[in-house]
């Protein structure tokens, strides 16, 4: 079993902003005809995805305490944490940009903080480009800012690829996953 995670803000406050592209990620995978169920502190779905039975996870928490949803929902699953798919934000690559990892730093991004501190760092995370702030912006401004026009365009073949990004973690592991897709995504 998998459990892969999208991380954001909830509410309708946040709908369509740059924190929540771990949200709107995970929404890909998503199965339309099901209902969200809201368990241990996040909103889940249960599916088969890509061969392997998988619990789809938004937690509910507010990005800065995403650790306590993840940490419940692994210990409730059985979840080891090598099998725990994180897509989060980062506005160190530029908008439409994918770096996926195997394991490694928060690098600032504070639920992936939350997370490590939780359980460990072991875990494949998608990054996806928002965009670098702006120098005139506040970080906190920023990430919490609408994705512009310009950046739905640029941000439109990431979410064509997460399904097969995903799925290339479960089924053929970080290195593969890594070589094929970090970078740049062509429509």
């Not at 800065?64 to 080891?80: C, D, H, I, R, T």
């Not at 359980?119 to 995370?125: C, E, L, N, Q, T």
């Not at 702030?133 to 800012?145: G, I, K, Q």
């Amino acid at each position: 079993m998998y459990l892969i995670i999208g991380l954001g803000n909830p509410g309708s406050k946040y709908e369509h902003t740059r924190h929540n592209l771990g949200f709107m990620a995970l929404d890909c995978l998503a199965d339309s005809s099901l209902p969200w169920k809201s368990e241990y502190k996040a909103l889940t779905q249960k599916l088969r995805w890509g061969g392997h039975e998988v619990v789809l996870a938004k937690p509910q928490t507010f990005m800065n305490l995403s650790g306590e949803a993840v940490q419940a929902l692994m210990s409730w699953y059985k979840v080891p944490v090598t099998n725990v798919i994180v897509m989060v934000d980062d506005v160190t690559l530029d908008c439409g940009r994918v770096r996926v990892r195997g394991k490694g730093s928060h690098g600032g991004q504070n639920g992936l903080r939350s997370i490590i501190e939780k359980v460990g760092d072991a875990f494949p995370r998608i990054r996806i480009g928002e965009g670098k702030c702006p120098p005139c912006w506040e970080m906190s401004d920023w990430v919490l800012s609408k994705v512009s026009d310009e950046d739905k365009i640029a941000l439109k073949p990431v979410f064509k690829h997460i399904p097969a990004i995903v799925t290339s973690l479960m089924n053929e592991g970080v290195d593969v996953c890594m070589g094929r897709y970090n970078g740049p995504l062509a429509e």
